[in-house]
Structure formats: structure tokens, C-alpha cells
């Protein structure tokens, strides 16, 4: 999750944990599998994601392949968002 934390959505300028954005992440043997979705399903940012999740978790010791998901169910809302994202956006 903390080398998760670097992945930033560019509008919003706060990064996907916070935004509650990263739905679960799995571990087995170096390989890592993540599951995100984003604030809308027309967000043209996916491809940009994948391959920020890509780099900063392939870059972990003992890493050995990243998968990522991109997921709509369910839905992403804004009570997902983390005490402070919610604060530094006005909710």
C-alpha cells in the first residue's frame, strides 16, 4: 500500500489510497495482484494508472510480476475516500 500511495490521479492531485480508489491488493510468492477502479468508468486515466502501479510496486524487493485490475463494482464513492481526502476536497 505505501508504494501504492505514489500512484496520484492528476486531477484530483491526491493519490488512489487516500482516494480509496485501491479496492485490495494480493500476494503470493513475488507476485502481486492489484484491484482499483476510478471515480468514473469514462476517466481516461486508466492506461496512465496501470502503468504507475506497474512501476512503483514492481520496484519492490521481492517483487517478481504486477498485475493490475481495473474494476467498476463496486462503484466508487466518495465515503471510500479516507478522513483527509475528504477534508482536502470539502466533503
Known amino acids: 500500500m505505501d508504494a501504492l500511495s505514489n500512484v496520484i490521479d492528476p486531477e484530483l492531485g491526491l493519490d488512489?489510497?487516500?482516494?480509496?480508489?485501491?479496492?485490495?491488493?494480493?500476494?503470493?510468492?513475488?507476485?502481486?495482484?492489484?484491484?482499483?477502479?476510478?471515480?468514473?468508468?469514462?476517466?481516461?486515466?486508466?492506461?496512465?494508472?496501470?502503468?504507475?502501479?506497474?512501476?512503483?510496486?514492481?520496484?519492490l524487493e521481492g517483487v517478481k510480476s504486477v498485475e493490475s485490475e481495473m474494476v467498476f463494482t463496486p462503484p466508487w464513492s466518495p465515503e471510500k475516500m479516507s478522513e483527509d481526502a475528504k477534508f482536502a476536497l470539502g466533503f
Do not use: K
Request: aromatic content about 10%; glycine content about 14%.
Open 16 to 59: 488512489f489510497v487516500e482516494l480509496g480508489l485501491i479496492y485490495g491488493v494480493e500476494v503470493e510468492d513475488g507476485a502481486v495482484r492489484v484491484t482499483f477502479t476510478l471515480t468514473t468508468p469514462g476517466c481516461p486515466i486508466g492506461p496512465q494508472v496501470t502503468e504507475q502501479i506497474d512501476e512503483f510496486v514492481g520496484e
